[in-house]
Every structure is written in structure tokens, then in C-alpha cells.
């Protein structure tokens, strides 16, 4: 157990922050609710915006830019949108030493801008759809932060699309809900949970909106991505019309869908042990770390350190990409050097010795399980990939069956107290009530509705007020 990172079972949160300090991945930043992400960090959140992007493009999405600075006004106009955003806007009133005639908000999401310059871009039928992306940051003033999970400044990409039906808007939204859970499940590991959200927990302006819903290590919950559907109500705010194939006038029907540096909180406290990070290989920047490790200075130079930068290329052809490092710090012990990769969470270690390279072979340790195997250095170049493969699949299955192990179904509200009281995790019911039931639920036992699955269309009776056709739902506390 390292040190430097307090114990999962003693206190969380700290157990976190310290996995976070210890892999470098972020920092807090001067202005607080910000915070600094380190180089390792940045280029895991690179990874996982490589993945995503690539799926954006294979379904037809292109990237673009909107601006940072938003007219006040603009916010306004969507009702539902702006009491939903207002208490966490930034708002800038003073700019060049004069006050502004209007002031400008510092994005919290561009529904707005964007549903302007959709108005001015669409005109006709031919028009759509607008299938447009933009990676950025945004701002949303949070009172209690968390490095990744709640910052008031965080990255992320929005899609925002505009079509001429609202069935092709809705295939839109659900589509969009699968690219994120298949990138989620395939690339991170995540098991999430794909589903509607209730009343109570919808975007401001949509009228429906989806999640991914995952478990994290402590059984709580986080939304991992979301995907809404609009309906026409930005359309109308922003009078976005179109002249469809008969020559009439109507409102355009519009998505949006976003995921953030939040997934990388939700890696950590998925994958992540008392020794440090844990990263999946598919996302990890780098997924094998090769040392040379020597007594003999000459030697480790001579020698040692030339078969491992060959080993390195090798590798990197087999796996298709830039993705090993050789570990040139001979300045620490060989310990301290192991140590390093594995707080950063690099799945695999390669350690090449002088007694490894007379054998013609190289000490190679797992991550995940710590297992150490000596592999012939002929056989790396397609050992290593399968290895890797079978640390992906195996900490997919492990947090699957962690949710499957913490996920309780009831059928009453004592029970469903009971099980929050006493064990946490999920809890799946029948629900059918309002808002104000899901505010008085979250009052009494701290957990809200995560979801309605999709994948579960029957109906049963509300376990909190006991009336027939209530959709299942997933209850817990969330991050």
C-alpha cells in the first residue's frame, strides 16, 4: 500500500485527491473551483476526446468554434433555460476600463449562441440537418468543487444539431446516447447505465433528456454523459425556421449532447486502488513502460538502453501508435522508477535487466493484478497486446459485477430507506411520481433518480405512492 494515498476504506474523498496529487494529473488553480490539469492529466483527457471525436465523425458530425461571451439577453429568452443556469452563470459588466451596455455571460453551454446563429444559417429544408460539434470549455460557478467531478471551469465538447423532423431529432438524441455508452464501456471500462431522465432531473429547455449512469467505487453514482432532445423550444426562443418541401414555415427541432473532463473522475474512482490510478489500456496514453535497468553505467548505456528503445518501436508498430515510454531516470533507485509508473496507472511495466537481456527475455508486470511474468523478447511484440486486452476486459468485468453486487431492487419506500441506510449502491423501483416527490425522496434519504432505463419498458406500481404505471428508475446518491 503506498504511502503517499490515504486508504479507499478509510476516507474517500481523500483517497481521491491523493491518487490525483501522486499521478499528477491536476492541480488547483488561484481562482477557487478551478483547477490547472497537469500534463499526464491532459493527456488522458486527449485520449478520451480522441475516441470520442473519431465516433462524432463517423456519424457525420463536424467541429466548430462558438464564442466564450454570451449576451445576457440571449440566456432570457429560453425561460426554463435560464432559471435552470442562472444561480451558476459568471457574468462579465465591465470590460476596456467602461461598463458594458449589456453583460455578458461566461458560457455555462451554448444552447443559445448557437440556436442564434442557427437562425441565420438555416433557411430552407436543404439546410438540414446541421450536424456541429465544438470542444471547449464552459462555466458553471460550483459552490462545492472537486478536481474533475465539479469544477467551475471544465472542458468538454457540445453537439448541437438542427433537423427538419422531430423524428430524425429524437434518432439523433437516442443515437448520439449509444456512441457515448459504447465509447464508454469499450474505451474506458465503464459500465454505464443508458436511460431517461425523470422530471425532476431534465435539462433546463429539453424536453427529454438521456444519461449514462454509472457506479463509481463507493456505490455512488455519477452521470458519465447526457444527450437531450430540444424539441422545438430553442427553435422557437430563436426563431430557427426553415421553408420545408411544400413551401411552408416551421420551427427546426434540436439536439444537444456533452461529456466532460468528469469522465476522468469517473475512471479513477471506477479503476483506481490504494496504490494509485488505474487507467484501462485502450484509453491510457501510454500503455507499456519499458526500464533498463543496470549497475554498470557503461553498460546500461551501451547495451540495455539501445534494445530498449528498439523494444519501444516494436511495440509501438504492434499497437499501432506512439504509446510506449523508456524510462531514461537512472539519476532513482529502480524502485522509486516503478513506483512512478505505477501511481500513473501505465498498465504495463517492462523491465529489461542485464540478466533479463543474457535470457533473451523481460520481466513484464500487470497493473491491475501486480502478476509477473518473464516473456521471451521475440514473443513482446504480440504477447503484449493480448495482455492488455485481458487487463481491458478484466477491469470492465470487475466494475460490472461491482454494480451488479450493489444494485438492490425494492418495492416499497421503507425499503428502499433501509438499503441507503445500510448498504447503498442502486436502487431499482417502480416510480411514477412528480417533482415534488422526487424533492421529498432526495430530502429523506439523500439519493435521486438516476434514470429510467431504456431497456426496461414495463410498468409496475410507484413504490412511493403506490399508483400503477411506473416506469423503473434507479435511485442513489450521486456525485
Not at 95 to 107: F, S
Request: glycine residues 8%; contains cysteine; negative net charge.
Amino acid at each position: 500500500m503506498a504511502r503517499n494515498i490515504t486508504p479507499r476504506a478509510e476516507d474517500y474523498s481523500q483517497w481521491y485527491l491523493d491518487i490525483i496529487k501522486a499521478a499528477e494529473l491536476a492541480d488547483y488553480a488561484p481562482v477557487r473551483g478551478c483547477m490547472v490539469i497537469r500534463p499526464t492529466g491532459y493527456s488522458l483527457w486527449e485520449s478520451i476526446q480522441h475516441h470520442f471525436d473519431e465516433a462524432f465523425k463517423e456519424t457525420g458530425h463536424v467541429n466548430a468554434y462558438f464564442p466564450l461571451l454570451i449576451p445576457n439577453s440571449f440566456l432570457e429568452k429560453e425561460a426554463e433555460h435560464v432559471e435552470g443556469f442562472a444561480p451558476e452563470c459568471a457574468v462579465v459588466t465591465h470590460a476596456g476600463g467602461e461598463v458594458l451596455e449589456e453583460p455578458l455571460v461566461v458560457r455555462p453551454t451554448s444552447e443559445t449562441v448557437i440556436g442564434h446563429m442557427y437562425s441565420k444559417w438555416i433557411q430552407s429544408w436543404r439546410d438540414l440537418p446541421i450536424l456541429i460539434n465544438q470542444w471547449a470549455n464552459v462555466m458553471r460557478w460550483e459552490k462545492r468543487p472537486r478536481l474533475f467531478l465539479r469544477t467551475s471551469e471544465f472542458l468538454w465538447q457540445e453537439g448541437h444539431t438542427a433537423h427538419s423532423s422531430r423524428e430524425e431529432a429524437m434518432e439523433e438524441t437516442l443515437k448520439m446516447l449509444g456512441v457515448y455508452a459504447r465509447i464508454m464501456r469499450d474505451i474506458l471500462a465503464l459500465p454505464v447505465v443508458e436511460g431517461e431522465k425523470t422530471e425532476g432531473e431534465r435539462f433546463p429547455g429539453a424536453d427529454n433528456t438521456y444519461a449514462c449512469e454509472t457506479m463509481m467505487s463507493d456505490g455512488k453514482a455519477l452521470q458519465a454523459g447526457t444527450s437531450h432532445f430540444l424539441g422545438q423550444n430553442f427553435a422557437r426562443a430563436f426563431d430557427i425556421k426553415f421553408q420545408n418541401q411544400n413551401g411552408d414555415l416551421e420551427y427546426a427541432w434540436t439536439t444537444s449532447w456533452g461529456v466532460s473532463t468528469r469522465l476522468i473522475g469517473a475512471i479513477i474512482m471506477t479503476h483506481s486502488d490504494d496504490d494509485g490510478l488505474v487507467l484501462p489500456p485502450r484509453v491510457a496514453p501510454v500503455k507499456a513502460a519499458i526500464l533498463p535497468i543496470g549497475t554498470n553505467e557503461e553498460k546500461v548505456a551501451s547495451t540495455l538502453l539501445p534494445r530498449a528503445l528498439e523494444l519501444s518501436s516494436e511495440l509501438d508498430r504492434s499497437l499501432g501508435g506512439r504509446c510506449t515510454v523508456v524510462d531514461k531516470q537512472f539519476y532513482l533507485r529502480p524502485g522509486d522508477r516503478f513506483f512512478q509508473h505505477l501511481q500513473r496507472g501505465v498498465p504495463l511495466r517492462v523491465e529489461l535487466g542485464e540478466k533479463d537481456l543474457a535470457a533473451g527475455t523481460a520481466r513484464v508486470v500487470r497493473r491491475d493484478s501486480g502478476e509477473k511474468m518473464d516473456i521471451p523478447l521475440e514473443n513482446l511484440a504480440s504477447r503484449i497486446p493480448e495482455l492488455l486486452e485481458d487487463i481491458q476486459s478484466g477491469l470492465f468485468n470487475r466494475a460490472l459485477d461491482f454494480r451488479r453486487q450493489n444494485t438492490s431492487v425494492v418495492s416499497t419506500y421503507d425499503e428502499m430507506k433501509k438499503v441507503m441506510e445500510e448498504k447503498g449502491g442502486f436502487v431499482e423501483t417502480w416510480f411514477a411520481g412528480t417533482r415534488d416527490d422526487e424533492k421529498k425522496i432526495k430530502e429523506e434519504t439523500g439519493a435521486t433518480a438516476r434514470c429510467m432505463p431504456i431497456d426496461s419498458p414495463e410498468e409496475g406500481p410507484c413504490f412511493f405512492t403506490g399508483k400503477p404505471g411506473g416506469r423503473k428508475v434507479i435511485f442513489a446518491k450521486a456525485y
